[in-house]
């Protein structure tokens, strides 16, 4: 079997199949919502953001939107992207596998406080 290019899953990819597991977004409404469900802690500047969004489209884990639902809100010079049902697979195994990982930190009482 090759070896998939997003293998292991970079931490900017997982955050744009994150982003866009409840909504069809554009680049700079990713970039928004990355920055909302870290709280900040992670931006993406734009040739990471649109480097990451290639990867995901050649291996088909999201795809691009032809035709916004609602045309007012459409711009034909942005582009639209779309998780597909590979993509949250992937999103799915990838939070099961760092879930695992913070299992083992909080046994190993890395934390301190209760924030996690």
Same mark, same amino acid.
């Given at each position: ?5 997003? $293998? ?7 955050? =744009? ?6 909504? $069809? ?7 928004? *919502?990355?920055?909302? *469900?870290? $709280? ?8 990471? &953001?649109?480097?990451? =969004? ?5 291996? *088909? ?6 035709? %916004? *639902? ?27 596998? &760092?879930?695992?990982?913070? %299992? =083992?930190? %909080? ?6 406080? $209760?924030?996690?």
């Amino acid at each position: 079997m090759p070896k998939r290019k997003l $293998d292991p899953l970079p931490s900017a990819a997982f955050q =744009i199949l994150l982003s866009l597991s409840d909504a $069809d977004l554009h680049g700079y409404g990713i970039m928004r *919502q990355i920055a909302k *469900q870290t $709280d900040g802690r992670m931006r993406l500047g734009p040739g990471t &953001l649109y480097s990451s =969004i290639r990867s995901l489209l050649e291996e *088909q884990l999201i795809e691009e939107v032809e035709l %916004r *639902q609602e045309p007012r809100f459409s711009d034909e010079r942005r582009r639209y992207y779309r998780l597909t049902s590979a993509g949250r697979k992937l999103a799915r195994s990838e939070a099961e596998r &760092l879930a695992g990982l913070l %299992r =083992i930190a %909080r046994a190993k009482r890395m934390f301190r406080g $209760d924030y996690v």
